[in-house]
């Protein structure tokens, strides 16, 4: 088996998918390296006794008995897009009755592109993280950033799915008002929120020296962006 086939099944969440009693599937392995990333051992695909590993199938068995409680189903990282069932798995959990909402960096536009292609494979619910200006994302390892950012942002907007962008507020200013202004064209009339980092189990572990971002770190960037104009979703938390 595949190391990016195991997952964390998290069988109930109240916070993963807006408005939904939800279960939530965490897939190893990224194509990003956020420094300041909290899913370490996932972005990493490497071992760790905190967190139980399952293949998607044995996930699906748990999913199937308990449906009739959950309204969604959460896809998450790591980056599910790199798993290459990703449509097949999308379309069982649909046919089980239950919405699907996919968290994704952008990163993989050919993917999306083939989710769309049929109403059975596409989520319902779309959260995109908008990390750094995209010509900062270098930084993360990201190869072409531009071009894929504003290739996923097109076709998610086109799709007329439900969907949100998530952006964090970093400490040291490390995510400014420049950032905002450089994403903000990518940002349609979906609501676009802005969570605080917190330190803790970063994968670069310098980044858990540095202190939480603060309340008003969010609430300043969340201004920047209603000042462009675009439709900030709800208080940072
Ligand atoms: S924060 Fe998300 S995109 Fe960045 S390394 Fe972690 S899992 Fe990947």
Known sequence: MDVKDLVVFRKTSLVDYPGKVAAALFFRGCNLRCP???????????????????????????????????????????????????????????????????????????????????????PDYIALDLKLAPVRYAVLGAKNPTARLKESAALIHAAGVDHEFRSLALPHGFFTDNDVEALAPLVDDAPWFFRLFQPGNCLDPTWDEFPAAQKEDGARLAQKAGQLGKRVGGEAT
């Open 36 to 122: 300041w990333c909290q899913n370490r051992e996932l972005a990493l695909a490497s071992d760790t006794p905190d967190q139980t590993f399952i293949s998607p199938d044995e996930a699906l068995r748990h999913i199937e008995k308990r449906r009739a409680v959950l309204g969604g189903m959460v896809l998450s990282g790591g980056e599910p897009t790199l798993y290459h069932e990703l449509p097949a798995l999308i379309a069982r959990i649909k046919a089980l009755g239950l919405l699907v909402k996919l968290d994704t960096n952008g990163m993989a536009p050919h993917v999306l592109e083939t989710l769309f292609g049929q109403r059975e494979t596409t």
